[in-house]
Every structure is written in structure tokens, then in C-alpha cells.
């Protein structure tokens, strides 16, 4: 059976929906994915996907190339889809744009979430919808592979089949050796949310700590606002070390690498699971039961919140998260 799982982004939700993958690729089910291009990343070479199908961000949000260019952009993906005639698409976002392009797919069977884990009315072009009992949002995902599978799928552990990543992990020791780091202790300062980030003081205090307990240090970024952060955490520090510019591959190198991880609910927190690396997850607006990772090398502080907003840091209330607290955690947890 060929099927189609759209999940477009964003980088944790792609991680959140690896068990998916996993799930129905040990059925015998033949996996591809679409997703916005500059996610594929995480998919290329993963042994569960068979291909990847890339949406270009930049002709889907209407930004240049422009008219003709990129309404022939996306009528050749649509192409690229109906091609491979798909037995079963899964709606994995549950959102309008992913909706639509379940189908633009022209599969048989459309497979997506019921409300109010699906929105927008995206429900309303799915024709088997799976209802969001499950607690955590991988549980949730991997509930919509039970249309399509004989029996339920077993309760085996969640399994992230990322890719190898051989030369980006190569990389990472290289460069986790030339600066004499040894799995160190990593701070991840930004998230998608303002409202999910640990304040810029605490961060800083939480570096200087660390170092004081003498644990090698490195303070990772992705936007030009967190590299801001990170530097200012680094300050505060002697013998921190701010990482460079990495794109997700190399960020995977090091977080494999690394001895804890301290971030937010974002992407790189995710992607500790995925990899195996002791994580402890800072969460504000929300619950961390649903997003958060589990096990026994996984610890979650929760922060008393408004629920779910997005922008008003002040309401997210990150600031209820003491560095003592953080510091236990990451000394429990740590190899």
C-alpha cells in the first residue's frame, strides 16, 4: 500500500510524526511525506520514507517567483503526487493548506484528524477521521495509521527513524574536539513562541551555574534574535562556548554529542528525543503532557502559564522556572 502522509512543518511537529512513519512503514506500507522544502531535512534517507515531496515555502506563501512561475510550481508538484497514485493519504497537520493538498493528491482514501485536533474545517475533506483520545500529540499522530493497518498497531516504544547524518556527526566531534568540549551541557536559547522562551537572565545564570559545577558548556542558536541570546549567555560565562551557524543536520550532530540538552517546547528539544540525547524541557503555554518528552533520561518543568498563547512572554510565564530547578534536572538526568 502506498501512502502519503502531509505534515508540512514545522520542525518539531515533523519529529512528533516520525512514529507515523515508523508505524506504517513495519506494516509493509510503501511511506512518502510531503513537507515544505526547507524541512525535508529531517526526512531525506530516513529508512520508514521512501521519498519525500517537497512544497517550495517560497511559492506557497506568495512570495517571488511570482504569477505564472510559481502557480506552474505547484501545479508540477500536484503532478508529482497524482503520479504516484496513492492508495491512502493521512492528514497529519490538520489544517486548511493541509487539507487541500490531501486532495490534490488523488488518493483513494483521505485519513485525518476529527476536531478539535483538526481546524479549520480540514476535517471536512478527510472521509476516515481519527479521533485526538490519546494524551500526547505522538500518540495522537500515530492513531491515524489504525484506518489503514489490519490490527492496531503494538505498543512498541516510539521509534524516530531519522536519517544517518554520517558526515554532519563526523563534523560535530571534529568540531566539539577542537573546542575541547567532552558531551557537554547544552543550552538552546530560542523557540518558535515568545511566550516559550526561559528569560534571557535565567539562561545566562543557568550557564554561569553549569560552568561553576564544571561541566563543559555550549549555547546553541537558530535565528539572528537567538544568537543574540546565546551571546549574552555566553558572557556571563567564562569558558562557554556559543556554537556556530548550523542547519538542522549539523545541530543533530552536536545534540547527539551531548552530555544534557536544556531548551524550551521547539524543534531542538524534539530532536533530543529522536536522538536518544537526556533533554530537560522547559514549558509554559503548553502542557507539557502533551508535547513534552518521556523516559527515564527526559525530565519537564511546567511554568503556570496562560495556555496556549503564543506572543505575550509575560503571560507564558517562563520566569516561574528557576535555574536551581533546571540545574537539579539536568544533574539527574545527564551522562
Not at 512514529?19 to 525535508?40: F, K, M, N, T, Y
Not at 519525500?52 to 505547484?74: E, F, I, T
Not at 566531534?173 to 534571557?200: I, M, T, Y
Request: net charge positive; hydrophobic share 45%; with cysteine.
Amino acid at each position: 500500500m502506498r501512502v502519503l502522509i502531509v505534515r508540512l512543518g514545522a520542525f518539531g511537529d515533523i519529529v512528533h510524526t516520525l512514529p507515523l512513519a515508523a508505524d506504517l512503514d513495519a506494516a509493509g506500507c510503501q511511506v512518502h511525506w510531503l513537507c515544505e522544502d526547507r524541512w525535508s531535512c529531517l526526512l531525506a534517507g530516513s529508512a520508514a520514507v521512501t521519498q519525500v515531496h517537497q512544497l517550495p515555502r517560497a511559492a506557497w506563501k506568495r512570495q517571488p517567483p511570482a504569477g505564472r512561475a510559481r502557480l506552474l510550481k505547484l501545479r508540477r508538484l500536484v503532478r508529482e503526487l497524482r503520479a504516484q497514485h496513492f492508495d491512502a493519504v493521512i492528514d497529519a497537520q490538520g489544517l486548511a493548506k493541509s487539507a487541500l493538498w490531501a486532495a490534490l493528491s488523488g488518493a483513494k482514501i483521505r485519513i485525518g484528524h476529527r476536531p478539535p485536533r483538526a481546524r479549520e474545517a480540514s476535517w471536512l475533506l478527510s472521509q476516515e477521521r481519527s479521533p485526538a483520545t490519546a494524551e500526547h500529540v505522538i500518540d495522537q499522530q500515530r492513531a491515524l495509521s489504525l484506518p489503514l493497518l489490519t490490527q492496531r498497531h503494538p505498543g512498541r516504544p516510539w521509534r524516530f527513524p531519522l536519517p544517518a547524518w554520517a558526515e554532519q556527526r563526523a563534523w560535530a566531534q571534529e568540531w566539539l574536539a577542537a573546542h575541547d568540549l567532552h558531551h557537554p551541557w547544552v543550552l538552546n536559547v530560542g523557540a518558535g513562541w515568545p511566550s516559550k522562551v526561559w528569560p534571557a537572565e535565567r539562561q545566562a545564570a543557568f550557564v554561569a551555574a553549569a560552568r561553576s559545577a564544571g561541566h563543559d558548556t555550549l549555547v546553541v542558536w537558530g535565528s539572528p534574535a537567538e544568537h543574540d541570546l546565546a551571546v549574552r549567555a555566553v558572557a556571563e560565562a567564562p569558558g562557554a562556548v556559543l556554537a556556530p551557524a548550523t542547519d538542522i543536520p549539523q545541530l543533530g550532530g552536536l545534540l547527539a554529542q551531548a552530555g544534557v540538552l536544556v531548551s524550551g517546547d521547539t524543534g531542538p528539544l524534539h530532536l533530543s528525543l529522536a536522538l536518544g540525547t537526556p533533554a530537560v524541557g522547559l514549558f509554559g503555554p503548553v502542557p507539557a503532557r502533551r508535547n513534552g518528552p518521556r523516559g527515564g533520561h527526559y525530565r519537564c518543568l511546567q511554568a503556570p502559564g496562560a495556555a496556549w498563547e503564543r506572543k505575550d512572554a509575560a503571560k507564558g510565564r517562563m520566569d516561574a522556572i528557576s535555574v536551581e530547578q533546571v540545574m537539579a534536572a539536568a544533574s539527574e538526568v545527564a551522562r
